[in-house]
């Protein structure tokens, strides 16, 4: 890919590409009732909101590191002890450069995308790479294994 493609992706604003849909609870849901929501959208996290506010984040990583101990309580609200509260955002303003240094940054996989103080959406690291790859499939597509590898003679038949 070419270095001015390359950067047209990057500094495309956030808002300008298809956002996925948060869902949307209050802190006082249940962490087995926001996994039953995350099932049965295929999603990967919950919003908390209290009062038009985001307040909170659950994903899926929060289940694997809190909730599988011996004994959890999957009925427990989640702003009792699995929230990650005040989650980090990006502005819908930002650009995918930006989305992409801070998920790197903090080692996050999905960030809710704000207009103001109204979460507007969600970008994921997989969305990211997806819209990559759909916007330059000749290039991503024809990528050989590795790059790197030089073959000593031609492969088929």
């Keep these: 890919m070419d270095r001015s493609r390359l950067t047209r992706f990057i500094n495309q604003k956030l808002q300008d590409l298809p ?3 948060p869902v949307f609870v209050p802190p006082s849901t249940s962490v087995r009732g926001a996994l039953g ?17 985001l307040v ?11 909730c599988m101990g011996e004994g959890f309580d999957w009925d427990q609200p989640l702003e009792a002890a699995v929230l990650t509260r005040s989650p980090r955002t990006i502005p819908a303003s930002g650009t995918v450069a930006e989305a992409i240094a801070t998920m790197q940054q903090h080692h996050y996989r999905t ?27 000749e290039d991503i597509l024809n990528l050989p294994p590795r790059p790197h590898q030089v073959m000593e003679r031609p492969e088929g038949g």
Excluded: Q
């Design 19 to 21: 956002l996925d849909e």
């Design 111 to 137: 960030l809710p995308v704000v207009d103001g103080e109204r979460v507007i959406g969600l970008i994921r690291m997989g969305d990211l790479m997806t819209h990559l790859a759909e916007a330059y499939p």
């Design 56 to 66: 909170g984040i659950f994903t899926e990583r929060d289940v694997l590191t809190k």
């Design 37 to 53: 929501l995350m099932r049965e959208g295929s999603r990967s996290c919950v919003l908390a909101v209290a009062g038009g506010r």
